[in-house]
Each structure stands twice: as structure tokens, then as C-alpha cells.
């Protein structure tokens, strides 16, 4: 059963280990436990968290599929129900939990979903803007220039109070902007969607596909840049 | 496999409950009572825990430890503004806090084992087996160290911490279990010392925590301590007397204002008494539950924050509760109901005892572990973030708060200057921005192997366990190699300290050995008994009259020597009986054999 360790190919090699029970060392065909011993096996690390929770890699999913394939993996994998076994299925038990709960994290939220998506597509890290996007450079700058001298004001003085006011403006702004943006947002998941359901393999999908991820890129983080300039505001004038 | 209880370890009193056929209960005997004080003192026959202890807080004040859970995981500087309220003596070693009973100084998990042993002595004295693992309860909103001193204490009581579970959730199990409920549900509990607040979903027997928030130190203890010091000033103005320096009226100041608050939440107005020190007469004065609720009331509002807070991290509205639920004893001043049914707009519920549903819960859970209870499972979150210090101070988060666990996040980490052979890592919990405004739990050093600036890539892994207890391992990506980490924690015993109080617990309990020892022997003797009884009952027409009234008399022999204290006593009158009845036995046997009951077992008949 291990005539295929000697492969050159380090990926497949690697593969074929994990493809092995841990315990019994019998060939693995079941998802997370070995058909023959039974044991709990390690979730590999190479394991998507869409073919986790066995859903398809879309962008706009079903959370009532995905809650209950979390709560039933959770059953599968909880450290409560390895109490009494193995220090190795204990310690497999908590590793595979803590990779669910993360995995479960990270696809109930659309934004998290969207941005590990783009990892995994485009094996991109996820973009820190440090300067505002380009349709809001003026407005921001602004804005920073109001908070810092609002920072700097006499807070019980009817000068901050102005201040005050047009913070309150300047962020009912911002906060439409992020929902313009999230709007974009879920037209671009719908879109990869469709693309995704017809599977084309033609030159015009591989563009469209690259540009949609692109898009997708761009105003996520215009997004995260937005969102924390609204969390700096709402903290400065609380 | 062996039994596990469920302990709920209380800033005012502690309870120990066990699992049967399915439904927890409580341990209780017709002499004692389920709640045990948490109240240890030191007298002249060495230290006593409970109610007996708890007569100590007037009589013996600075020898008398209470509400020793504000001192866990805590040092000398985080409860630096309370120090004055407390009569016995506090000191510091190595960022712990010791308390000092006569000679000797203890550690808060050095008290709380104490409390801990009295319960295991009770469950085993109840259930008539050893006790040696059990699951027990920490306020949600409890930081790693406090968790750490908690688990510390279980191993110094001789017992195998199997879980470390949090009061609310530890409720939902038991109010879950009684209720069949589905839905989303508010927990608020407010205790004598800490409150939590903790939001659950229920759905198919599983239990999610989405949100918990609260404040380990606000409960009973701070109502009573208002009351007081009204007390303490009427009696300043109206007598002219300080109390502050008689420890021992202080402490009768205290239980009195405690016994107001919680009349007042029957009646509508009270009289206080106090006696005053030498011989000054007594004070007397009305006080009404519109006067308590006037002094309480910003306590209560305070609570309410940390709701609101909970509420905001769940995403969820007061409207999109089902059912709020009420834990801890403090929950039964009618202030506090009306407060939490304002903030949710539904009225609480409180059919489950709230002295015991948190103990019944831990049992629950036991029975989870045990592998009893299969259909159930508590999905819980860490109530703080863990991050660790970076450049110029500021903490970066790892592990946000409210994320459900086991979780983790791994960090690699390098080097800065050629050669380097340590990285310096510094954990924190907590939600401010600095390093310096967060709580610290430990510091270690990586070991690196010397190379240039950049190059070394150590992977660390932050696991947050089921227990809500951090583990750090660390792995050399080059090498493959992992390495061990000595965590330093920082308000904690370490592992060698906690070693060296398991071994001190077993010296100074010799005490305890022989408390075991006659425990032990009363319940071989009870077993004896019983089986002797139902053989007389069996197969007493199978011997002569003579040898019935021989059994007679050793049986009312042992049952005299079962309720003195001398195990050697106790197992000598079973000797006596066991010879006794020795006749009896053979004949039952020969009985047997000759009615072709080979099948039965020697032990069935004797």
C-alpha cells in the first residue's frame, strides 16, 4: 500500500501519506475517520475550508447548509467526546476543532469569505492599503485634518461641537460609501457564482474570471480602509 | 469509567453535584446542606472550612479567609483599592498574592483547594467511592490566569481538572437539559462576586455561546459593602464610634448588611441591628428596599453595559432574545429582575434554583465527558482577546474575543540583527489598544539558532483549549524541530510551585487522611451491614436461634463503632462480625449449591 512513498513529486508524496490511516496505516477512503479503525484522522492542511464543510467554492453560500454541517463536524471532532481515548486522538481532536472553528469563521461572514476566496484563487495576501482610495483622497484628508483638530479642541467649547457635527456627517458619509461598496461587492460574488456554474474553460471566462478578482481585490480593501477610518472616527468622537 | 463531578466554586459558597440516570443533582445530606461557605479558618485545631469556618468571620476576623475568588490569577497591585475592607492580611510573592493564616502564608489556590477538598470529602462520604476528576465553573469573563489559578487549585485538592467550564454556559446545559429549549437565550448571572452575561444559541442539542461579556468583580459582595459603609457612617455620626478598627464588628457590620439585602427582597422595609463594642448599647435603624435600591442601583446599571456589549457582538437586538435566564444568588433582588426585563423586554426566567443550576450544569458536563450524555454539546468562546507585544508597545490581536474554541492562530517570527539567538515574546488578553493597558499572562523566549538577520523562521501556535486555557507550542519551519516553551506566567504559580503545594497539601493533611480513614471505614461498615441484614432476612432459619442473637449482638456492635470517629474500631467490629456470621454464610451457601443455584456468586449470598 505505500508502493507510491517513493514518487518524486513531494506534493503527491505528501499526499499519499495523509491518504493513509495514522493508527492503522490502512489505506484512507473516509473523509475524517479510517474506514477500518475507526480513528479520528487529522484534517489535512492542504484541505480547503469550502471542501471542509463539503460545499462547492461559491461566493454566496446557504449558512443554514453551513451551520449544520459545522455543528455536525463539530459532534465528529469536539475534544468532550475524546476524554476517554488516546493522547494522539485527543491531540488530533483539538487540532481538527480549532481548524473547524476557524473554517466556520471565516466562511458564516461574506467579506472573510470573499477575502479567503481571493487567497485561494489568486494566492494573494490580503492588501493593506495605507492611502486613501483615489475617489476619496480629497474627502479623507479632509476628514483627518476635522479629527485631528477635534482631537486637539476644548471638547466642552461650541467650536467641537461643530466639529462634532460635521464628524457626524462626514461619517454618515463614509458609512453609505461602505455599503456602495458591499452593494459592488455582492454583485461581483454573484457574478463569480454564475461564472463558476458554467465552467467554461474559453479564453473570454479566464479574463473575466482574472478580472473579477481583481475587482473583487480593489474594493475589499477600499472597503478595510473605509471601515477602520469609520471605527478611528466613531471612537474619537464617543 | 471513574465518576467525574461537577463543582461549582463560588466567591460566597460552593456546591458539588453528580449526574443520576440522567438528571444532575446537587449533594446534599440530611445533616448538611448542599451550600458549603466558601469560608476557611484558621483555629486552634488546625483549619476548618464552611459553616463551622464561617462562625469564625466575627469571633476570629483576622484568621478567617472569605470571598478568597477575588484573589485568584490576581496580584497584590490589582487589588490594591480593596485591601482595607479585608480583616485577614495579604501579602506578595513572586506577582501572587499570599494570605497570611498564623504562621503561615497561602496562596488564593492553596485556600480554594481547601474548599475543593471539603466538596470531594462530601461527594465521596455521599456516593461511597473515591473522587478523583471533576469539571469545574469560572466566570465567563475570567482572564487565562485566573483560569490557570482555578485548575491549580484542583490539582492541590488532589483532583484531575477535566474541564474548566464557564458559570453561564455551564447554566444554559442545566436549563437546556430541564427545558428542552430551542432559540436564542440571554444568561445573566450575577454572583456574589463576579457577573457574566452570556448569549447561547440552542439549536438540536447543541449549545453555542456567540457572545459573553461581564465583570469579574461585581456582585452580592459589592451590595453588602454599600450597605455597610452607610452603616459604618451613621454610626460614625450618630455614636461617634470608628469600627473600622474593631475587625471583628466589621465583619458583624457585613453579615448584617448582607442579611438586609437579601430580606429586602422579600419584605418592604427591615430594622437593622448591631450591637456596639464594649458594652456602647446597640444601633437600630429602618431601612426600606426603596432606600437599598437607591444605593444599589448604580451597581445594577453596571451590569447592564456589558449586556448591551454581549448583544453588539452576537449581532443581535434585546427583541431577537427568546428567553433570558437568571443565575446567581444576587439575581433575586427584585432590582435587578426589573432591570434585566427593561433591558430585553421579557420577563426573566427563574424556575431553576439560582443557587444550584450552575453546579447541576458543571455535573452535566461531566456527564458529557464521561461519555454519558452524547446528545449535548457546549460550543464556548473565549471572553477576551489574546494577542501578543509588538513594536512600540502595542498589542496585536491573534485571537479576537468571542471566538469560539478550541481556536488558534499561528505567528512566525525571525530575527532583527545577525546572530540572534532569542526572540522575546510577550502574550497579552484584553481589548485596549497598548500592551500596558492589557492584562499580561506570560513572557518566554524563543530559542533561535544563530544565523543571519531574517533567516531563522519559527512558527509559534497559540491554542486556546477547550478550557479557555492557552497552550503555546513552537516549531523551527528549517528544521522541523519543535521546542518546548518554559511559559513564565506572569500572575500565576508555576508548574514547580503548584508541584511543591501538592506536597504540602498532603503534609498538613494528615488531618485529612484521618477524616478519610474513618469515612472509608463508616462506608465498608454500612455495606457490611446491609449485606449482613439481608442474609439474617434470607437465611436466618437456616442456622440455630443462638447464632441469629450472636449476629444480633455484633451487628449493634459495629453499627455503635460506625458513629465514633476510630477507623480501627469501625474495622474491628467487622471483624467481629464478619467471624459472627461466618456460620450463617457456609449455610447459605450449602443451600444454594444443594437448590442448584451454582450460578450465584459467593458475593450474592454473603
Redesign the interface.
Known amino acids: 500500500m505505500n508502493g507510491h512513498i517513493h514518487n518524486t513529486d513531494d506534493r503527491r508524496e505528501l499526499q499519499m501519506a495523509r491518504s493513509m490511516c495514522w493508527h492503522c496505516q490502512s489505506e484512507m477512503a473516509g473523509e475524517y475517520f479510517c474506514d477500518r479503525c475507526v480513528k479520528v484522522q487529522p484534517v489535512s492542511k492542504d484541505l480547503d475550508y469550502f471542501t471542509c464543510f463539503g460545499l462547492p467554492r461559491r461566493l454566496v453560500i446557504d449558512t443554514q447548509v453551513l451551520e449544520s454541517k459545522f455543528y455536525e463536524l463539530s459532534r465528529a471532532f469536539h475534544p468532550d467526546f475524546y476524554q476517554n481515548k488516546s493522547d494522539a486522538e485527543q491531540s488530533i481532536s483539538l487540532g481538527n476543532s480549532a481548524m473547524l472553528n476557524t473554517a466556520y469563521r471565516t466562511l458564516r461572514d461574506p467579506i472573510q469569505r470573499a477575502e479567503y476566496l481571493l487567497d485561494l484563487e489568486a494566492g494573494s495576501v490580503k492588501d493593506i492599503r495605507t492611502s486613501p482610495p483615489a475617489d476619496l483622497f480629497e474627502e479623507i484628508l479632509e476628514l483627518q485634518e476635522t479629527l485631528d483638530e477635534f482631537r486637539e479642541s476644548d471638547r466642552t467649547s461650541e467650536h467641537a461641537a461643530r466639529l462634532r457635527t460635521k464628524l457626524h456627517t462626514d461619517r454618515t458619509n463614509l458609512e453609505e460609501r461602505q455599503r456602495d461598496m458591499e452593494a459592488r461587492l455582492q454583485q461581483l460574488f454573484s457574478r463569480w457564482d454564475a461564472l463558476q456554474d458554467r465552467g467554461e474553460a474559453t479564453e473570454q471566462a479566464r479574463a473575466e474570471r482574472t478580472l473579477i478578482l481583481k475587482d473583487m481585490r480593489n474594493i475589499l480593501s477600499n472597503r478595510t480602509y473605509v471601515k477602520n477610518i469609520v471605527n478611528d472616527l466613531v471612537a474619537t468622537i464617543a | 469509567?471513574a465518576r467525574i463531578v461537577g463543582i461549582d466554586l463560588g466567591t460566597t459558597n460552593s456546591l458539588v453535584a453528580y449526574m443520576d440516570k440522567g438528571t444532575p443533582r446537587v449533594i446534599s445530606t440530611r445533616h448538611e446542606r448542599a451550600m458549603v461557605p466558601s469560608v476557611v479558618a484558621l483555629t486552634d485545631n488546625g483549619l476548618i472550612v464552611g459553616d463551622p469556618a464561617k462562625e469564625h468571620l466575627t469571633r476570629n476576623p483576622e484568621r478567617t479567609v472569605y470571598s478568597v475568588k477575588r484573589f485568584m490569577g490576581k496580584s497584590l497591585a490589582d487589588v490594591q483599592g480593596e485591601l482595607a475592607y479585608f480583616p485577614y492580611t495579604l501579602t506578595e510573592k513572586g506577582g501572587v498574592i499570599r494570605i497570611q493564616l498564623g504562621e503561615k502564608s497561602y496562596s488564593p489556590p492553596q485556600i480554594s483547594a481547601m474548599i475543593l477538598k471539603e466538596l470531594k470529602l462530601r461527594a465521596e462520604a455521599f456516593l461511597g467511592e473515591s473522587i478523583t476528576k471533576a469539571v469545574i465553573t469560572v466566570p465567563a469573563y475570567f482572564n487565562d490566569s485566573q483560569r490557570q489559578a482555578t485548575k491549580d487549585a484542583g490539582m492541590i485538592a488532589g483532583l484531575e481538572v477535566?474541564?474548566i467550564i464557564n458559570e453561564p454556559t455551564a447554566a444554559s446545559l442545566a436549563y437546556g437539559l430541564q427545558k428542552k429549549t430551542q432559540g436564542t437565550i440571554a444568561v445573566y448571572d450575577l454572583g456574589g462576586g463576579t457577573f457574566d452575561i452570556s448569549i447561547l444559541k440552542l439549536?438540536?442539542g447543541?449549545f453555542?455561546v456567540l457572545a459573553t461579556n461581564g465583570d469579574t468583580h461585581l456582585g452580592g459582595d459589592d451590595f453588602d459593602q454599600l450597605i455597610a459603609d452607610l452603616l459604618l457612617k451613621e454610626i460614625r455620626a450618630q455614636q461617634g464610634l470608628d469600627l473600622s478598627t474593631h475587625s471583628d464588628h466589621m465583619q458583624a457590620v457585613r453579615l448584617e448588611a448582607e442579611r438586609a439585602k437579601i430580606r429586602l427582597s422579600e419584605e418592604l422595609k427591615i430594622t437593622v441591628t448591631l450591637d456596639l463594642p464594649d458594652g456602647q448599647g446597640r444601633f437600630t435603624r429602618e431601612l426600606t428596599r426603596d432606600q437599598l435600591e437607591g444605593l444599589c442601583s448604580p451597581l445594577v446599571e453596571r451590569s447592564l453595559g456589558p449586556c448591551r456589549l454581549a448583544l453588539k457582538d452576537s449581532g443581535l437586538n434585546p427583541t431577537d432574545i427568546d428567553e433570558v435566564v437568571l443565575v446567581g444568588g444576587s439575581t433575586r433582588m427584585p432590582l435587578v429582575r426589573q432591570r434585566v426585563q427593561a433591558l430585553f423586554g421579557k420577563q426573566p426566567h427563574c424556575e431553576l434554583n439560582p443557587d444550584e443550576v450552575v453546579a447541576l450544569g458543571a455535573a452535566v458536563?461531566a456527564d458529557?465527558?464521561?461519555?454519558g450524555t452524547?446528545d449535548m454539546?457546549?460550543?464556548d468562546v473565549t471572553p477576551l482577546s489574546l494577542g501578543i507585544e509588538t513594536m512600540g508597545g502595542v498589542m496585536s490581536s491573534l485571537i479576537r474575543r468571542n471566538?469560539?474554541?478550541?481556536?488558534?492562530a499561528k505567528e512566525m517570527f525571525t530575527t532583527y540583527v545577525d546572530g540572534q539567538t532569542g526572540v522575546d515574546i510577550h502574550i497579552l488578553q484584553g481589548e485596549r489598544e497598548l500592551a500596558k493597558d492589557n492584562r499580561s499572562l506570560a513572557r518566554f523566549r524563543l530559542k533561535v539558532p544563530p544565523l543571519p538577520a531574517g533567516v531563522p523562521r519559527i512558527e509559534v501556535t497559540f491554542?486556546i483549549?477547550?478550557n479557555g486555557i492557552l497552550n503555546v507550542m513552537a516549531k523551527d519551519m528549517r528544521t522541523g524541530e519543535t521546542q518546548s516553551i518554559e511559559v513564565k506566567p506572569s500572575y500565576g504559580l508555576s508548574d514547580q510551585e503548584v508541584e511543591r503545594m501538592i506536597e504540602d497539601s498532603f503534609k498538613f493533611a494528615a488531618d485529612d487522611v484521618s477524616a478519610r480513614k474513618v469515612i472509608e471505614a463508616r462506608l465498608d461498615a454500612g455495606a457490611l451491614i446491609t449485606t449482613t441484614e439481608k442474609s439474617l432476612a434470607d437465611g436466618g432459619h437456616l442456622v440455630s436461634a443462638e447464632e441469629v442473637a450472636k449476629i444480633r449482638t455484633a451487628l449493634s456492635a459495629l453499627a455503635s463503632a460506625k458513629e465514633g470517629t476510630d477507623p480501627r474500631a469501625i474495622r474491628g467490629r467487622m471483624a467481629d462480625l464478619e467471624q459472627a456470621a461466618k456460620g450463617l454464610t457456609v449455610a447459605m451457601l450449602d443451600d444454594s449449591l444443594k437448590q442448584g443455584l451454582q450460578g450465584k456468586k459467593i458475593s450474592d449470598v454473603t
Not at chain 2, 458529557?368 to 461519555?371: D, E, F, Q, V, Y
Not at chain 2, 471566538?403 to 488558534?408: H, K, V
Open positions: 469509567m477535566l474541564r439549536k438540536n447543541i453555542e458536563q458529557i465527558l464521561s461519555g452524547t454539546l457546549l460550543l471566538t469560539t474554541i478550541p481556536a488558534s491554542l483549549d477547550a
